[in-house]
Nanobody, 120 residues
């Protein structure tokens, strides 16, 4: 079993910042991709940012220049630094990890979600 625990969401005003954290634990052989998704009411789930192991980070256009994804591989933790937040960033943010639980088995796991609300 692999578990993801998220933290860092909250209520902020436009222009303020938040940092989300997600730590993976359990039977992890290796991590392939760590990323963040978000979903607002009435909207489809959207990939916000991803960081493949050994690869380049990627961002949805709407957050480029404002959000930064990073990893602490020793802690199996991924972060999302969110600056200059806008009301349209309001959503539930989910951490996702694609990992191998053995040399030949790979699966994806999701965090519980954390609410980010940006409002004046």
């Amino acid at each position: 079993q692999v578990q993801l625990v998220e933290s860092g969401g909250g209520l902020v005003q436009p222009g303020e910042s938040l940092r989300l954290s997600c730590t993976a634990s359990g039977s992890i052989f290796s991590i392939d991709v760590m990323g963040w998704y978000r979903q607002a009411p009435g909207n489809q789930r959207e990939l916000v940012a991803a960081t493949p192991t050994g690869g380049s980070t990627a961002y949805v256009d709407s957050v480029k220049g404002r959000f930064t994804i990073s990893r602490d591989n020793a802690k199996n933790t991924v972060y999302l630094q969110m600056n200059s937040l806008k009301p349209e960033d309001t959503a539930v943010y989910y951490c996702k990890v694609d990992c191998h639980i053995s040399a030949i088995r790979r699966d994806d796991y999701w965090g519980q979600g954390t609410q980010v609300t940006v409002s004046s």
